[in-house]
């Protein structure tokens, strides 16, 4: 793996993700707190993009199917759970989630060089 510089922090906010890539892998960074974190732009679900979706408290939420992720650790909190922003009965997650089972998304250590944040990648 290789340091790949991400972006800058002042261009990283606390109430947005950045979309950014890092050897041709799309990525979001994203400030929590006084943290710099970042994880894949991929939800797992079907492989759809997770930057355009809602960013609060630390987790981004599908803006396709609903899952949430934590965007410090990849962690999947909630699977499934609307389609484009409408919630779903329990029978219909079942069906939007055709057989896939809650999964993380692949997050990665941000470190940073003075004003510039590094991911391995």
Do not use: R
């Not at 994880?39 to 797992?44: E, G, S, W």
């Not at 609060?56 to 396709?64: D, H, L, Q, S, Y």
């Not at 609903?66 to 990849?74: H, I, L, M, N, Y």
């Not at 896939?100 to 940073?112: A, G, N, P, Y």
Request: net charge positive; with cysteine.
């Amino acid at each position: 793996m290789a340091k790949v510089k991400i972006a800058s922090a002042t261009d990283v906010s606390s109430d947005k993700v950045l979309k950014t890539s890092a050897n041709g892998q799309s990525v979001i960074v994203a400030k929590v707190g006084d943290k710099y974190c970042a994880i894949a732009n991929k939800c797992p679900h079907f492989g759809l993009p997770l930057a355009k979706g809602k960013f609060e408290n630390g987790v981004i939420t599908c803006p396709f199917h609903g899952s949430k992720f934590e965007v410090c650790t990849g962690k999947n909190t909630e699977w499934v759970e609307s389609f484009v922003g409408i919630p779903l009965p329990n029978v219909a997650k079942k069906m939007i989630a055709m057989g896939k089972t809650s999964t993380d998304v692949k997050s990665f250590t941000v470190t940073q060089e003075g004003s510039d944040l590094f991911i391995d990648a």
